[in-house]
Structures are given as C-alpha cells and as structure tokens.
C-alpha cells in the first residue's frame, strides 16, 4: 500500500494532480479543499496517500488520493465513514477548506453542508448524526500551506500528541502549548487527544 510520495508536480487538474517520482508519473486525485491550499511553484513535494481499489466492471483500478498532512488525511477517513460517500464521492464533496467543513458539522449547518457536491440534505444529516463532536480539532485546521510534523517533548504523551496535531494545523508552538494546557485546566477528565482538541475547539468558539 502507497502511505506516501514525494516528487515534482508536472501538472495540476480540478480535481487531481499529475507527479513526477523519478521518472514515472503518478496521478493523485485530491479534493478541491485540499487543492487550493497547494503551491505548485516549489521543488519536490510531499503528500500522504490514501490508496484503494475501485472496482469497476470486473476489474480493479488502483486509485490514489493525495493530501498534504495527516490531519487532512484522518478527517477524509471519518467521512467516508458515512454510509453511502466512498473515497470518490467524498474527495468531490470536499471541496470547501476542511476547517469549515468541521464547523458546518459541529454547527449542524445543513445549508453548508447541503452545498458541498453530491451532499443533499438527508446526507448532510447523515454525516452530523455520525460526526458531530467528533471533528472538532480539524475545525482547528488554519488556512496556509503543508508542514512537516513536528514532535516534542511534554511531560505528558497526551499534551505531546494534542500539541503535534496543532502544530500540524499551522498554529505556533507556544500557542498550541497554552490552548492545550487550558483545555486540561477546565476539563481533566478528558482521556484521549481527540477529546483534548474538541475541548480546545470549543473554547476557541465560545470567544468568537
């Protein structure tokens, strides 16, 4: 299974991108959300990959979609846990920043939702029925390019892991330290990293 590429982009689709790796071209599909978050007018490239066959008239097609973290990977994954949206229909959904797609969710906005592709209004309940409460660090997701993941260290792995994701999410180091000791300040009964970031998005809403 493809978890990864890096190379150079020779083309860029609506909805794909066409990348060199040594020699070969590789054509990753990516949603529109992703899309127009990537600059094209750097060197080699990195993306993580969700790799699937899609199984077509009796044969198997190899299909590989790109995105530019982890983060961005993890909340594809959970929509395509919505009954009825597979890899395609949910890289065509998502086609708005991943950021407002989660807060549409955790807002119950179904006139937002409704307006992604392919999302009708009983799809759109759907997917709030299945997620809400659950996409609250991707509602964390800042509008900029790719970074790499970087890890430090905390007394603690949970702090560890909640800061990592925020890093990813384009926030600064000592920012994403305070919102995260603030989250376990007003609620230390949260178990896991998920449930550290939901508390962490939810105050950031309450401010606003």
Do not use: W
Request: hydrophobic fraction near 40%; proline fraction near 3%; include cysteine.
């Amino acid at each position: 299974m493809i978890c990864r590429i890096r190379g150079k982009i020779i083309q860029k689709n609506e909805n794909s991108i066409l990348i060199d790796v040594n020699g070969l071209g590789y054509d990753l599909l990516m949603p529109q959300g992703v899309l127009k978050c990537l600059k094209v007018d750097r060197g080699n490239v990195e993306f993580v990959t969700f790799h699937y066959l899609h199984i077509e008239h009796s044969r198997s097609i190899p299909i590989l979609i790109g995105f530019l973290n982890e983060v961005e990977k993890e909340f594809f994954e959970k929509i395509i846990t919505v009954s009825g949206i597979g890899p395609k229909a949910a890289v065509r959904a998502i086609n708005e920043p991943i950021a407002e797609i989660a807060r549409a969710i955790d807002c119950e906005d179904i006139k937002f939702l409704k307006s992604l592709p392919g999302i009708g209004q009983q799809k759109a309940r759907q997917i709030i029925a299945k997620l809400q409460g659950k996409v609250g660090k991707f509602a964390l997701i800042q509008s900029s390019g790719k970074t790499e993941p970087e890890v430090h260290n905390t007394k603690s792995g949970l702090i560890a892991e909640a800061v990592s994701v925020l890093l990813q999410l384009q926030y600064k180091k000592q920012e994403a330290e305070r919102m995260v000791k603030e989250a376990l300040e007003r609620n230390l009964e949260l178990k896991n990293s998920e449930e550290l970031l939901n508390e962490v998005y939810k105050q950031r809403v309450k401010h606003k």
